[in-house]
């Protein structure tokens, strides 16, 4: 089999592709990039009691990837480039040629894939590490489910500047309940949960928008969405209004968390 390791900065992914095609995931914090890798790699080997030679060569990537040096544990490292392992496996999972990929983790990095190219257009560092940072000091938590639990709550309405606030009608494809401003408005009534909210449509408008620009400026339609901020509810349905105004599809595919250490692993 083959594995790949993505040591994210805030969590590290591992993927192993068994000959058969089949991946079996494993992930952990994101310690120190050593303790890390290896501690995710001892996982995937005990947990699926794998020996060690059945494993051909080990492929890593991510921020903490430079760490390592050497082979581990005598086997075959390589390394691998961190926008080469997301365009890789966003593509593999969105099972298409021509995307562009939106990867939401701390932060959050657009790559375009073309046929066999794989091009780093950019990105912003609005995203996973904004959400925790802003309800740390908003919301006095940094528990992930207790953020989502009072967004689901929330009133973007106490938060938000809405074009309806300021306009008696449309302006141009804008709507009455699009924002106009991010936190513009922010009633003395607003409330935690109505924060949260606004905290997830800042992060969560931020991105779309910039994936947006990026997917028209290659003339694309379609944006893959993978990192962790994926497979988020409340991120998809602010993605999903923005993707209406703009005609451009948001896709969200399984296994997005782990796109990059797919990718990783199908590198090389
Ligand atoms: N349910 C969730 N929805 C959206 N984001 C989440 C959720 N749970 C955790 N996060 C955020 O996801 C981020 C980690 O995502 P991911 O593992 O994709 O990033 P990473 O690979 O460690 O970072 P990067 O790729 O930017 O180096 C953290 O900032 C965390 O706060
Ligand atoms: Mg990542």
């Known amino acids: 089999m083959v594995?790949?390791?993505?040591?994210?900065?805030?969590?590290?992914?591992?993927?192993?592709?068994?000959?058969?095609?089949?991946?079996?995931?494993?992930?952990?914090?994101?310690?120190?990039?050593?303790?890390?890798?290896?501690?995710?790699f001892g996982k995937l080997i005990v947990e699926n009691h794998f020996s060690l030679d059945s494993i051909k060569k080990i492929n890593i990537t991510?921020?903490?990837?430079?760490?390592?040096?050497?082979?581990?544990?005598?086997?075959?490292?390589?390394?691998?480039?961190?926008?080469?392992?997301?365009?890789?496996?966003?593509?593999?999972?969105?099972?298409?040629?021509?995307?562009?990929?939106s990867n939401i983790g701390t932060g959050t990095a657009i790559i375009e894939v073309d046929g066999s190219k794989i091009n780093h257009l950019g990105g912003t560092g609005v995203g996973g590490g904004t959400i925790i940072g802003l309800s740390k000091i908003m919301l006095g938590t940094t528990d992930f489910d207790t953020i989502m639990q009072y967004a689901s709550k929330g009133s973007i309405n106490n938060?938000?500047?809405?074009?309806?606030?300021?306009?008696?009608?449309?302006?141009?494809?804008?709507?009455k309940e699009f924002t106009a401003s991010n936190f513009g408005k922010m009633l003395d009534i607003a409330g935690k949960e109505d924060l949260a909210m606004g905290i997830f449509n800042l992060?969560?408008?931020?991105?779309?928008?910039?994936?947006?620009?990026?997917?028209?400026?290659?003339n694309n339609d379609t944006v893959v969405v993978t990192g962790k901020g994926s497979n988020n509810p409340i991120g998809q349905n602010i993605l999903k209004r923005v993707s209406r105004v703009h005609k451009i599809n948001f896709e969200f595919p399984a296994d997005?968390?782990?796109?990059?250490?797919?990718?990783?692993a199908l590198s090389v």
């Open 3 to 40: 594995i790949g390791i993505d040591i994210g900065s805030t969590t590290t992914k591992v993927a192993a592709i068994m000959p058969d095609k089949e991946i079996i995931r494993i992930k952990t914090r994101a310690i120190d990039a050593i303790t890390s890798a290896t501690g995710a």
């Open 62 to 101: 991510g921020v903490g990837a430079a760490r390592i040096t050497d082979n581990l544990f005598g086997i075959k490292t390589n390394r691998v480039g961190e926008m080469t392992a997301i365009g890789t496996g966003g593509k593999y999972l969105a099972k298409k040629d021509r995307i562009i990929i």
């Open 159 to 175: 938060v938000d500047l809405l074009i309806g606030d300021i306009a008696d009608t449309n302006i141009s494809f804008l709507d």
């Open 203 to 218: 992060t969560y408008q931020v991105i779309a928008m910039v994936s947006v620009f990026a997917a028209k400026s290659k």
């Open 256 to 264: 997005a968390e782990y796109a990059t250490a797919i990718g990783a």
